[in-house]
């Protein structure tokens, strides 16, 4: 079972497939044009060391209310110690943190941290304010939450928290 016909290289098949011995080069496909790509850099770095970029972004900013200011840094530092604190402990020494400062934000998993907290008072504004907030987002850790409320209905020594953890123990089971 000889193969008495020639063998075709890839080049051969190549040139039966488009017609053409080779591709052409990158810079043939894709054109560009140098004389306009340095006057585009050029042109950004006259904006940006004139400093228009930075007025436009301030101006910008200022405009929708977004500029960031040593305070927010302050805040999303206090948030993020809730975020991360495990035990009741730390727990309780961030929120009192940031209750020195703020209020407690509209935050579902804040919220939740917060109904860790020792004191009562401050469950009870934590567990309001996340019952108001459940129609619209839920905290991630659940089960954890629901655990901690049904510790504070079993041993509250007001009506009104039992009844407030019984009601959002209902609407996040």
Do not use: C
Not at 32 to 54: E, H, M, T, V
Not at 58 to 68: A, I, L, N, P, V
Not at 84 to 98: C, F, L, P, Q, W
């Amino acid at each position: 079972m000889s193969d008495d016909r020639e063998r075709r290289s890839w080049k051969d098949i190549d040139r039966m497939r488009d017609g053409s011995s080779r591709r052409e080069p990158r810079s043939e496909r894709y054109p560009r044009s140098q004389k306009g790509q340095k006057s585009y850099r050029a042109a950004l770095d006259r904006a940006f060391n004139s400093g228009k970029i930075g007025a436009l972004i301030k101006e910008q900013t200022e405009e929708e209310g977004t500029e960031k200011t040593p305070d927010d840094a302050s805040r999303i530092k206090l948030l993020h110690a809730i975020s991360t604190a495990e035990d009741r402990a730390s727990i309780t020494k961030a929120v009192d943190a940031y209750l020195e400062k703020y209020e407690l934000p509209d935050d579902a998993n804040v919220l939740a941290k917060a109904v860790h907290h020792r004191k009562a008072g401050i469950q009870l504004t934590a567990m309001q304010k996340l019952n108001a907030l459940l129609d619209t987002e839920k905290p991630k850790r659940v089960r954890a939450l629901v655990g901690q409320l049904k510790m504070i209905r079993d041993m509250a020594d007001e009506r009104e928290m039992e009844e407030l953890a019984d009601r959002l123990i209902d609407r996040l089971d």
